[in-house]
């Protein structure tokens, strides 16, 4: 046994896998190898996904639900998958909220010793202005836990949620949903302990001046309070101050958002007609709309950039899908999802008319060099995606693990029956030093690992629409 | 048959080798996974790789081998073990070549029509410099071979080899080493052909305007040419002149570099000595020179903050090692390899005096998030590295494949018995971005990059300690 063990064993931990299947039954043919090499080459040689990204980048800009830049991005988005060859393109309409930030978000700390410190922040997506757009002034309260206001008295106060995302998670993504409840839920929780507004500690590892804006949900029972993020340096300089002199301290803030009710843009998607099951189609996406800060260049322009690049890059390789291929630009998934929500609810309509979505792959992680990708799927899909390996092992594709393939096309997963939902995995390291932030800008995707995320997410495709049953 | 494979698949990639170890004999212990969760909790939350390479990089700077920072950076390295508590501490001693830059490096392309383009070079490590410092001058011949010369008349032309890097190669590491019999052997194969001085595309799939020095070498048999990298941007530009008007381009160009014979300097060591088997030596290593521009903050600084960083972490969580750890910081290794040479001699002799290196492991491809290892070992040493593929993998470490572990500790691979040898890989994507030019500073590398990749090291020095027969 022992000799069979090292013999197993040398030929590589891929190759474990591998003999596994030969023993089954393998689920790649030579040819998917082929295809796939032909996808990165393609792509490495003639991609046009930084270019793409710059003109989303730099040419339109931010684009932030309700905008009109983001009116722009739909209808640049609709031309170059025109140009790169769908069959049909159409607008899917959706309501969107057009909140915006306004020019106004200001904030200091002022010591008993009549010292004040600006602070960097901005507002929160969806937060309410100070009333009047004017300065609103209470003692500090720190916090780390949203649940430490259950036993303290927070009334007339500015709330500062100073939880870090935990350094010891190995992976980011998990420290940023671990500290997440602070900018999501500390709003309103503030609001029922009496406070008259927040400040929400930035998420990321990094140690710097960004304030890096997202969401908030409020609670519809309780006050609407003003709501910023503030820069993680500000807020351990705030904590440290906090601890000296507690009680002592007073900030004051001003912020002048506004709520401009709902406008429809929608979700952009272009088709490729199947030529043996086109009643079955696979969806790849990425969401166009992005934070007005920065130029969401990361966070999501790298997404949309990847769906257009697979769809051209298999044009241009001459593949021919079997079934029909969904390229999908997403509205509204940063402060509503009401694109994702309203796709799958199209997607229910589709398959009650004998349309069935097989699968959906959704790139929203950013531009960084890829690992592999999560799946959100019945045991069978991730059993398939997981014999895939060996293919995809010279790209460097390891990852295979499980979990939410994304916000946009999560709502897929209540279909039935259930369709193989796939997120790309880029590394995740740097990610949150730029998410939602004003560096999140084009300079700061580099472009083979940009690259490499499209023709991943290409070969993706490829293989479900190959092999999925 | 269908079921069990589906069971098995389910559990994920790396259970399929849980599953092969459940039925052999696990090769690593509960305790191995708490001791490396450990560490990685001790360099993410205390380290000070960062921190070092600040100081490495910026009090210190570069240091190249014979110059007097890397007499300095000695002493700085020996004082950091001595710091965090080897037992011993020594410098072996090294004779090492004391090549020196200069401060002109020029270069001019002059048209027909009388512009002139001004290049951007620097010298090659090792390159004479042009005679008396002057300017020379030939017609421009460009190639993307050394064979093509076989055939060309060169005489009295300033060759440039132009083959860039090939950009479908997945791993950049593969397409420097593609494109590096240029800067190597070019020198010498041109003046074989009767050239008077040569131009180097420099290694990089970067488009920019920064010449990428390296080492070359020179043929005993041939006039030594001076040789020059010359950036990607002016080397593409040169190209399509002589393109357009072949045989009209003249280069003109001058460098002061300076062969100033040899000094001694030396690697580092420290020595952590083993409980149970005191005679079995297992090296962490990477090299304390670099070239001269920049900061070798990559290449190799971050190399050697990931040793320092293991030693002061398994330090920090009480590790108790059962062998002897030996933490040496290299010299030489950028022209020359003096100091790897050195090592294995006197490793060789430790050998026949009953001291026996049993596993060496090597940083020396940047300080980028960590993938895995590479191995050049036994068979039986790379079964054994594989079977801890479930123990590493919450920490993104997927990638156990065979190949060239590092330049340092190569020359131990002819000991017998062969040592296991290990190498880190980083990801390779940006690395040749900075890679001995100008923007390999510190700034340019990421603190929890840096972390994850030293947390890496200790974690496998660990494993090897712990298991390696």
């Given at each position: ?16 896998e ?47 639900s ?39 978000a ?37 916090v ?13 106060h ?43 500690r ?27 993020a ?7 300089a ?31 998607v ?10 079955e ?41 079997r079934?029909?291929l ?29 349309l ?36 995809l ?77």
């Amino acid at each position: 046994m022992h000799s069979v063990k090292i013999a197993f064993l040398t030929l590589g931990m891929m190759s474990l896998e591998a003999g596994f299947q030969a023993s089954a039954q393998p689920s790649t043919t030579p040819s998917d190898s082929l295809l796939i090499r032909q996808v990165f080459n393609e792509v490495l040689s003639h991609g046009e996904a930084h270019e793409n990204l710059r003109v989303l980048c730099k040419d339109i800009g931010h684009r932030l639900s309700g905008s009109p830049s983001a009116d722009r991005a739909m209808a640049w988005g609709q031309q170059r998958m025109d140009s790169y060859g769908v069959d049909t393109s159409y607008i899917m309409p959706v309501e969107v909220p057009a909140w915006t930030r306004g020019d106004v978000a200001e904030a200091l700390a002022l010591s008993p010793d009549g010292t004040a410190m600006d602070l960097h922040i901005t507002a929160l997506g969806g937060s309410v202005p100070t009333e009047d757009d004017d300065w609103i002034e209470g003692p500090l309260l720190v916090v780390r836990h949203l649940d430490a206001l259950d036993t303290l008295d927070a009334r007339g106060h500015i709330v500062l949620f100073n939880r870090p995302m935990d350094p010891l998670l190995i992976n980011t993504g998990a420290a940023y949903g671990g500290a997440f409840d602070q900018r999501g839920g500390g709003a309103s929780v503030a609001a029922e302990a009496g406070a008259i507004g927040v400040l929400v500690r930035s998420l990321t590892h990094a140690l710097d001046t960004l304030p890096h804006t997202g969401s908030l949900r409020y609670k519809d029972s309780v006050d609407k309070l003003p709501a910023a993020a503030i820069s993680t340096v500000d807020a351990s300089a705030l904590a440290k101050m906090h601890r000296a002199t507690p009680g002592t301290i007073q900030v004051r803030m001003r912020m002048n958002s506004q709520d401009l009710g709902n406008v429809e843009q929608g979700n952009v998607v272009g088709e490729w007609r199947g030529s043996e099951f086109p009643h079955e189609i696979i969806t790849l996406g990425g969401h166009l709309d992005s934070w007005d800060i920065g130029e969401g260049a990361h966070d999501d322009g790298s997404g949309v950039v990847h769906t257009l690049e697979a769809l051209r890059a298999l044009k241009a390789i001459g593949y021919a899908p079997r079934r029909t291929l969904r390229f999908v630009l997403f509205i509204n998934e940063e402060n509503g999802n009401r694109g994702g929500k309203r796709y799958a609810a199209v997607a229910a309509e589709e398959h009650a008319s004998g349309l069935r979505h097989v699968a959906a792959m959704e790139s929203d992680a950013g531009g960084f060099v890829p690992r592999g990708v999560r799946m959100d799927a019945p045991d069978q899909g991730v059993a398939m995606v997981r014999s895939w390996a060996n293919t995809l092992e010279p790209y460097n594709l390891h990852y295979f693990g499980r979990g939410g393939a994304g916000v946009d096309i999560g709502p897929l997963k209540n279909l039935k029956p259930r369709p193989l939902l796939l997120g790309l995995v880029p590394d995740g390291q740097r990610y949150f030093d730029l998410h939602h932030s004003s560096q999140d800008v084009w300079e700061n995707v580099h472009k083979r690992e940009l690259e490499l995320g499209a023709a991943t997410c290409a070969s993706m495709v490829l293989l479900l629409d190959r092999h999925a049953e």
